[in-house]
């Protein structure tokens, strides 16, 4: 066989012989390398990761009205990241050998692109692989931040405790990462909604005791959550108790809007505790700082109107302003409703009836009117609260204002001879036309209250029972012009059991009617 010029000199220079048999192998093994990455993207670390970081970069850059075309891109570029740890990292990482390094990003990638692509599930349990201490990445940055990212995801399917406990994990293990006060203060937020308390205030005393003194305005912000929760829980000696002792905090570092709250909640618990002077001041402190324009003016003009969070803080604030006005209202009408009426003593002649009127009836009826009117007034304070009042504190004006004239009709019908009786004598008729006339004007003081309220609680459409009451006592008073509404449907209020409530078993014979019972 005739040999080639190549070959030929090959022979000639017998060193170069095992040069160019390495030559020729490096050859066949890029080519066989190339043509297997074509094959499959995965046959080597860089072109895995080239394929998997170009399908990223490809699912960011499509356009928004595609989502499902954006999903399905995160997702193939997760099953890529994934694939890349199995074929190339895993049994490196269990067997500790060097060329483990890089594994951690390669795992958060793959969970972020899980999560991008709407597979909560997955990227949780990628997650937790780079946590894994058997792997040795749990101490890695991106294993780090997996512990929030975690606590994100439980978030997102709902599963809230588990959330709070990955929220709580990161924070004790890692204070000083920028996302651990975030994500505490997450954790109490969890916890309260939880009704877990306990541990809803061991996380806030932590945060306090981390991140008091650079991020003071959250945990003033978290110390008002705790105390709003004990009160709205009525569990109004612990709320006394932590409201007491963080009123300083939130005094200096809270949101004025805060502060106005937490002193209302203050307040309610502890009227509920008997301490009705501390209450007052309380009260009167949240009165006095609505009712100066400046002031109020700046409070509100600090609330971002177009966010509806921001709407609802407002919200709450207006309700604690008038919760502070109502107070005050409502001690008005307890000392109009203490006016007792005088007893009528001595014999049942004209002359005796007409002096009871004239000295003791018209002299109470005046000052308890005039009681009522005042109480009246500071009652409808509540109603000019800008930029609009609360509606449940406008029902409950109207319900009281109502109440108040009632109780006044009450007291007036239950004067003796009020009512007719067999046998009256005519000093006995006279009388009763005297104080007939005078429960008339009540009447028709007690009637406009009372439709008022109602057409209150009409307007802003409130469940509220002091509207239900103005419904009935109009329909037991005036049953002609306000018949009593009956409910055909029960109140969406747990009544009903899907236990109670099934269709009727079937037998043999039929439908049995008692099945459940």
């Known amino acids: 066989m005739r040999k080639t010029m190549n070959e030929a000199a090959v022979l000639a220079h017998p060193p170069l012989r095992p040069i160019a048999t390495a030559v020729f192998a490096i050859a066949v093994t890029m080519a066989t390398t190339m043509v297997a990455s074509a094959a499959d993207p995965c046959a080597s670390r860089p072109a895995c990761q080239a394929t998997a970081n170009r399908l990223v970069k490809l699912a960011n850059t499509t356009v928004a009205s595609s989502l499902a075309l954006r999903a399905s891109r995160h997702q193939q570029a997760a099953e890529q990241y994934l694939a890349l740890w199995t074929d190339h990292y895993d049994q490196d990482c269990r067997k500790r050998k060097p060329a483990c390094e890089g594994a951690q ?10 999560q991008a692509a709407g597979s909560g599930n997955q990227a949780i349990k990628v997650l937790r692989v780079l946590i894994d201490p058997q792997y040795r990445l749990h101490r890695t940055e991106p294993a780090k931040r997996a512990h929030v990212e975690l606590g994100q ?3 997102s ?11 709580e994990r990161f924070a004790r293990q890692y204070p000083k990462m920028a996302r651990a006060p975030v994500a505490l203060s997450d954790a109490v937020a969890l916890r309260l909604a939880l009704g877990q308390t306990d541990q809803a205030v061991a996380d806030a005393n932590l945060y306090q005791r981390l991140y008091q003194r650079r991020w003071a305005r959250d945990a003033a912000q978290i110390a008002a959550s705790i105390g709003a929760h004990y009160v709205d829980q009525d569990d109004w000696r612990n709320g006394e108790r932590h409201l007491s002792r963080a009123m300083s905090l939130i005094e200096v570092h809270a949101r004025r809007d805060d502060v106005l709250r937490s002193r209302c909640n203050l307040a309610r618990a502890k009227l509920e505790l008997g301490k009705t002077a ?6 009167q402190q949240v009165r006095a700082t609505w009712s100066n324009s400046t002031r109020r003016q700046k409070l509100v003009g600090r609330f971002d109107l177009s966010q509806p969070a921001e709407m609802r803080r407002l919200g709450r604030t207006l309700t604690a302003v008038a919760e502070a006005s109502l107070h005050f209202s409502k001690q008005k009408r307890r000392a109009a409703d203490g006016m007792e009426r005088p007893a ?4 049942k002649t004209r002359t005796v009836l007409s002096h009871y009127l004239r000295t003791k009836l018209a002299p109470w009826l005046a000052a308890r009117q005039s009681a009522i009117r005042q109480a009246e007034i500071d009652y409808l304070q509540v109603l000019k609260l800008r930029p609009m ?30 009512a007719a009786a067999p046998g009256q004598t005519g000093d006995q008729q006279w009388y009763r036309q005297q104080v007939g006339e005078l429960a008339a004007a009540a009447e028709a003081q007690a009637k406009s ?4 309220c109602l057409g209150t609680s009409v307007k802003y459409l409130t469940r509220h029972d002091d509207g239900a ?7 037991r008073h005036f049953p002609q012009d306000y018949a009593p509404v009956l409910e055909l449907m029960p109140r969406p209020a747990r009544l009903g059991s899907a236990l109670t409530e099934r269709w009727p078993a079937l037998t043999r014979h039929g439908p049995a009617l008692f099945a459940n019972r």
């Open 344 to 347: 009528f003593k001595g014999p």
């Open 153 to 155: 995801l439980y978030r």
């Open 449 to 452: 209250a009372h439709r008022t």
């Open 157 to 167: 399917i709902g599963r809230f405790a588990r959330a709070a406990a990955w929220y």
């Open 389 to 418: 009042p609360p509606p449940s504190a406008v029902v409950e004006v109207t319900s009281d204002v109502a109440a108040m004239w009632a109780s006044l009709l009450d007291e007036l019908r239950g004067l003796p001879y009020a």
């Open 469 to 475: 009451r103005c419904s009935r006592w109009l329909s």
């Open 105 to 114: 990003d390669v795992l958060y990638n793959a969970a972020q692109s899980f």
């Open 278 to 283: 501390a209450a007052d001041r309380l009260y």
